[in-house]
C-alpha cells in the first residue's frame, strides 16, 4: 500500500480494517484516550473496531476530497502508534463548515516521543500543499493540556473558545499555509477572538 506520506520516524497510511483492527482497539478502548474524544466512550469490542475502521474508510470514499483519517506507523517496529486526521469540521447539527481541522490520538504507550507533533508537522504540509487549503484548525477540550501542548509545538496560533463545531464549547487553534496572509481567510479570521461565525 501506499502511504499518504512518511516522516523521519513515520508512515502515514490509510487503515487496513481486517490487519490493523486489534492494534486501532488498543487505542480507542483506552479511557485514558478516549477521555478527551467525543463523548468520551470507549470502543468495546475488537469487532465493533473493525466496523468502525471499514465506516471510517467508506466515508472517506464517499467523501474523495483527499481528507480522513489514516494510521500513524512507526517505520522501526511496524507498529500502529496512532491516529493522525483531516477533514472538515462539523457545526453543532454534523453540517459541513468548510473549515479543516488536523487531529491527533495516540496509543497510551507512544505518548512523550514527539509522534503527534512529527505526524500533525506532516498533515498540516499535506493540507497545505497537496489539498490547498489555506487555513488549517485544531478544535481541543480546554483541559485538555497534551493537545494544546502539540497546537503550541506546530505553532499554531491560538485563537481562544469557540462553540461553532460539535456544538460544544472548544478552544480553537489556527495556522495559515505558507504565504498566506493570516486574517484573510478562513472562519475564525472572519471574526475576532472568540473564533467564528454567529449563527
Ligand atoms: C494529545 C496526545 C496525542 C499528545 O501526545 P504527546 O505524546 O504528549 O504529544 P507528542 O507526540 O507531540 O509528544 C510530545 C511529548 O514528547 C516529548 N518528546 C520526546 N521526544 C520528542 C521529539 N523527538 N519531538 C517532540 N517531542 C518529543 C516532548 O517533550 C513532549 O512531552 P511533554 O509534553 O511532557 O513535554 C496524547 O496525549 C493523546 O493521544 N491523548 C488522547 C487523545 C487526545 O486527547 N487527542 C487530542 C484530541 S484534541
Known amino acids: 500500500m501506499t502511504p499518504l506520506f512518511e516522516t523521519e520516524r513515520l508512515i502515514i497510511r490509510t487503515w487496513i480494517p481486517e490487519s490493523d483492527a486489534e492494534q486501532a482497539f488498543k487505542i480507542y478502548n483506552d479511557p485514558e484516550v478516549t477521555y478527551f474524544l467525543g463523548n468520551g466512550a470507549r470502543v468495546p469490542t475488537i469487532k465493533l473496531q473493525h466496523q468502525r475502521l471499514i465506516e471510517n474508510i467508506e466515508r472517506s470514499r464517499r467523501r474523495n476530497n483527499g481528507t480522513g483519517s489514516w494510521a500513524i506507523v512507526d517505520k522501526q517496529t511496524t507498529t500502529i502508534v ?118
Open 82 to 199: 496512532g491516529t493522525i486526521l483531516l477533514k472538515e469540521l462539523p457545526d453543532q447539527d454534523g453540517l459541513p463548515t468548510h473549515d479543516y481541522e488536523v487531529g491527533w490520538h495516540l496509543r497510551r504507550a507512544s505518548w512523550g516521543k514527539g509522534y503527534a507533533t512529527e505526524a500533525g508537522q506532516g498533515m498540516l504540509k499535506y493540507g497545505f500543499n497537496i489539498l490547498n487549503l489555506p487555513v488549517i484548525y485544531a478544535v481541543v477540550k480546554p483541559e485538555n493540556h497534551a493537545s494544546i501542548r502539540v497546537t503550541q509545538r506546530l505553532n499554531m496560533k491560538p485563537m481562544g473558545q469557540t462553540k461553532n463545531y460539535y456544538g460544544i464549547e472548544l478552544l480553537l487553534f489556527q495556522l495559515h499555509a505558507p504565504g498566506e496572509k493570516s486574517g484573510e481567510r478562513g472562519a475564525a479570521s472572519r471574526e475576532q477572538g472568540a473564533g467564528g461565525r454567529e449563527r
